[in-house]
Nanobody
Framework: VQLVESGGGLVQAGGSLRLSCAASGRTVTSYTMAWFRQAPGKEREFVAAISWSGGNPFYADSVKGRFTISRDNAKNMVYLQMNRLTPEDTAVYYC????????????????WGQGTQVTVSS
């Protein structure tokens, strides 16, 4: 499975961005998909995950109510809609996939994209 993220960029605090993750090489219909992020000098952290069916999305407390994860299995795409962004959201955002249920830990995911930079200015 190859994952390619897009949609990152520079945005002012309070703004919005929509990240996309395109999967190829194998259909990810049966995969749990997730977004992680890594800020400079910090460990990679869980942001959100969504089951293969699109139900029961799960979010980190820091983004709950602001971010929305979704997927389109017909297009092999996963999205992260990010609203009310703050400078603390600045990070490289990674798309990840695993065959199985949702997990918090990055070590549980088998496939990763190269990341897309999100920078939020104050």
């Amino acid at each position: 499975v190859q994952l390619v993220e897009s949609g990152g960029g520079l945005v002012q605090a309070g703004g919005s961005l929509r990240l996309s993750c395109a999967a190829s090489g194998r259909t990810v219909t049966s995969y749990t998909m997730a977004w992680f992020r890594q800020a400079p000098g910090k460990e990679r952290e869980f942001v959100a995950a969504i089951s293969w069916s699109g139900g029961n999305p799960f979010y980190a407390d820091s983004v709950k109510g602001r971010f929305t994860i979704s997927r389109d299995n017909a297009k092999n795409m996963v999205y992260l809609q990010m609203n009310r962004l703050t400078p603390e959201d600045t990070a490289v955002y990674y798309c990840a996939a695993r065959l199985g249920g949702m997990r918090w830990s990055s070590a549980s995911y088998d496939y990763w994209g190269q990341g897309t930079q999100v920078t939020v200015s104050s």
